[in-house]
Protein backbone atom coordinates (compact mmCIF):
# COMPACT_ATOMS: atom_id res chain seq x y z
CA UNK A 1 0.00 0.00 0.00
CA UNK A 2 3.13 2.39 0.68
CA UNK A 3 4.34 1.93 -2.82
CA UNK A 4 1.29 3.03 -3.94
CA UNK A 5 0.91 6.17 -1.73
CA UNK A 6 4.58 6.73 -3.34
CA UNK A 7 3.98 6.37 -6.71
CA UNK A 8 0.58 8.39 -6.32
CA UNK A 9 3.26 11.37 -4.62
CA UNK A 10 5.62 10.73 -7.13
CA UNK A 11 3.03 11.39 -9.81
CA UNK A 12 1.69 14.28 -8.74
CA UNK A 13 4.78 16.15 -8.07
CA UNK A 14 5.81 15.20 -11.46
CA UNK A 15 2.45 16.56 -12.63
CA UNK A 16 2.63 20.15 -10.45
CA UNK A 17 6.18 20.35 -12.24
CA UNK A 18 4.90 19.92 -15.79
CA UNK A 19 1.69 22.38 -15.49
CA UNK A 20 4.50 24.78 -13.92
CA UNK A 21 6.49 24.16 -16.77
CA UNK A 22 3.61 24.88 -19.21
CA UNK A 23 2.80 27.92 -17.63
CA UNK A 24 6.20 29.07 -17.64
CA UNK A 25 6.56 28.30 -21.36
CA UNK A 26 2.77 29.77 -22.23
CA UNK A 27 3.87 33.08 -20.65
CA UNK A 28 7.29 33.01 -22.26
CA UNK A 29 5.71 32.27 -25.60
CA UNK A 30 3.80 35.09 -25.65
CA UNK A 31 6.17 37.66 -24.55
CA UNK A 32 8.07 35.70 -27.75
CA UNK A 33 4.93 36.11 -29.89
CA UNK A 34 4.91 40.24 -28.84
CA UNK A 35 8.46 40.80 -29.12
CA UNK A 36 8.24 39.22 -32.82
CA UNK A 37 4.93 41.95 -33.76
CA UNK A 38 6.16 44.43 -32.06
CA UNK A 39 9.68 43.85 -34.71
CA UNK A 40 7.69 42.66 -37.65
CA UNK A 41 5.97 46.01 -37.57
CA UNK A 42 9.12 48.10 -36.69
CA UNK A 43 10.89 46.27 -39.80
CA UNK A 44 7.76 47.36 -42.04
CA UNK A 45 7.68 51.03 -41.13
CA UNK A 46 11.87 50.47 -41.93
CA UNK A 47 10.79 49.18 -45.25
CA UNK A 48 8.80 51.93 -46.04
CA UNK A 49 10.76 54.85 -45.07
CA UNK A 50 13.57 52.87 -47.07
CA UNK A 51 11.25 52.92 -50.29
CA UNK A 52 10.05 56.83 -49.31
CA UNK A 53 13.58 57.71 -48.95
CA UNK A 54 14.91 55.83 -52.18
CA UNK A 55 12.12 57.54 -53.88
CA UNK A 56 13.26 60.93 -52.81
CA UNK A 57 16.98 60.27 -54.05
CA UNK A 58 15.71 58.90 -57.82
CA UNK A 59 13.59 62.48 -57.64
CA UNK A 60 16.64 64.12 -56.52
CA UNK A 61 18.61 62.52 -59.13
CA UNK A 62 16.42 63.66 -61.92
CA UNK A 63 15.92 67.01 -60.47
CA UNK A 64 20.02 67.49 -60.88
CA UNK A 65 20.76 65.89 -64.03
CA UNK A 66 17.48 68.41 -65.42
CA UNK A 67 19.39 70.84 -63.58
CA UNK A 68 22.57 70.21 -65.73
CA UNK A 69 24.97 69.32 -62.48
CA UNK A 70 24.84 66.02 -62.75
CA UNK A 71 26.30 63.49 -65.21
CA UNK A 72 23.78 61.01 -65.21
CA UNK A 73 21.86 62.54 -67.77
CA UNK A 74 21.57 58.73 -69.10
CA UNK A 75 19.48 57.46 -66.28
CA UNK A 76 17.09 60.30 -66.20
CA UNK A 77 16.08 59.92 -69.88
CA UNK A 78 15.67 56.56 -68.87
CA UNK A 79 13.78 57.50 -65.94
CA UNK A 80 11.54 59.82 -68.00
CA UNK A 81 10.90 57.20 -71.02
CA UNK A 82 9.75 54.63 -68.46
CA UNK A 83 7.58 57.24 -66.86
CA UNK A 84 5.91 58.28 -70.46
CA UNK A 85 5.35 54.76 -70.82
CA UNK A 86 3.47 53.91 -67.75
CA UNK A 87 1.19 57.50 -68.22
CA UNK A 88 0.98 56.57 -72.10
CA UNK A 89 -0.16 52.44 -70.44
CA UNK A 90 -2.66 54.62 -68.10
CA UNK A 91 -4.25 56.58 -71.23
CA UNK A 92 -4.54 53.88 -73.19
CA UNK A 93 -6.70 51.98 -70.37
CA UNK A 94 -8.46 55.62 -69.68
CA UNK A 95 -9.67 55.01 -73.20
CA UNK A 96 -10.94 51.62 -73.05
Excluded: P, W
Excluded at 19 to 24: G, K, L, P, Q, R
Excluded at 27 to 33: D, F, Q, S
Aim: aromatic share 4%.
Amino acid sequence: MSNTIEAIHLLEDKLESLISNYEFLKNENEILLHSTTKLQHQLLEREQLLVEQKRQYDLLKIAKTIDGSSTNTRDTKLKINTLIREIDKCIIQLHE
